[in-house]
């Protein structure tokens, strides 16, 4: 949620999570700045995170934390996968979920469905520590244009299935409102391979109690396993909220030695953030959240 501060310090970034609480971070330099067709942006160098990626005013990822984000994102649905071929994410143009999928040696083809062609420019000359090249990788098709009419028109008429459907999007208000519907997780839903699975980030249950509730139920009108976890990550100033659905995908079906051992065999190298225990671990919801998720 974006709030313009009328006389904020210059020297502070904020970002509000509600209309009466946020946080801040001390703002380094601004490298770049403006606005494309779709949204404002801003790149900074800071001093906690590094390079740093604004939209409309909201923390999008930087490239010391966005681990905590990306990985979850993807790995946890991933890793209880019987072997990812074809991924598509919708969003996603700072690249960082395109590397994590990258990380599979069965991953055969990524689609990014990214509706800003500015994102994928600014994190091709900004944000190499996030992608790490995965935006020019030959197994990755950067699709420019309108996620919404990719998944319900575009991917369909193409005959285009996937193993995971990846809703790395920016908050569900403005352009990417529609995208959380539960229209629109039933025709990702028609997209999956059988044993495939949709992921996405549903909002901090602190700051956002409602939203992460609503997008539980909607996900639950369409799948028949819906299981949220959540984490704190540091770029969003609060516990976070992940979900991964699907009609017959479970992660909770995974030990934590199953989890270590998928991640051995596979190879998948360079997690920062995922073990088997934390796998696990997030997994488990204190008292407040399962009475909001009830």
């Not at 946080?23 to 800071?46: M, P």
């Not at 420019?121 to 900004?126: C, E, G, L, N, T």
């Not at 549903?202 to 609503?214: C, D």
Request: glycine share 8%; aromatic share 10%; with cysteine.
């Amino acid at each position: 949620m974006s709030v313009h501060v009328e006389g904020w310090p210059p020297e502070l970034i904020p970002e509000f999570l509600c209309d009466d609480a946020g946080y801040f971070l001390k703002a380094g330099r601004l490298l770049e700045r403006g606005h494309s067709e779709w949204q404002s942006y801003e790149v900074w160098d800071t001093p906690r995170f590094g390079r740093l990626f604004r939209l409309d005013g909201c923390f999008m990822t930087s490239e010391r934390d966005e681990f905590y984000y990306h990985e979850n994102l993807i790995h946890v649905p991933g890793l209880a996968h019987a072997g990812l071929r074809r991924a598509l994410v919708i969003g996603g143009g700072d690249g960082g979920s395109a590397e994590e999928l990258l990380k599979y040696p069965s991953i055969e083809k990524v689609v990014i469905a990214e509706l800003d062609a500015k994102v994928i420019d600014i994190s091709r000359r900004h944000l190499q520590a996030v992608h790490h090249g995965a935006l020019d990788d030959p197994r990755v098709d950067i699709r420019i244009g309108d996620g919404m009419k990719y998944v319900l028109e575009d991917a369909p008429a193409a005959g285009d299935r996937y193993d995971i459907v990846v809703l790395d999007l920016t908050d569900p208000v403005g352009p990417a409102e529609a995208l959380y519907s539960e229209a629109f997780f039933r025709a990702c839903r028609e997209l999956l391979t059988p044993g495939g699975a949709l992921s996405l980030h549903i909002g901090t249950p602190v700051f956002q109690p409602e939203r992460v509730r609503l997008l539980i139920e909607r996900l639950r009108a369409v799948f028949a396993c819906v299981r949220p976890y959540f984490l704190y990550i540091p770029l969003y100033g609060s516990l976070w909220g992940l979900a991964c659905a699907s009609d017959t995908l479970d992660p909770l079906s995974l030990s934590e030695e199953e989890v270590e051992r998928v991640i051995a065999t596979r190879g998948i190298r360079r997690l920062q953030h995922l073990n088997g225990a934390v796998y696990r671990a997030q997994f488990a919801l204190p008292n407040h959240l399962r009475a909001l998720l009830a």
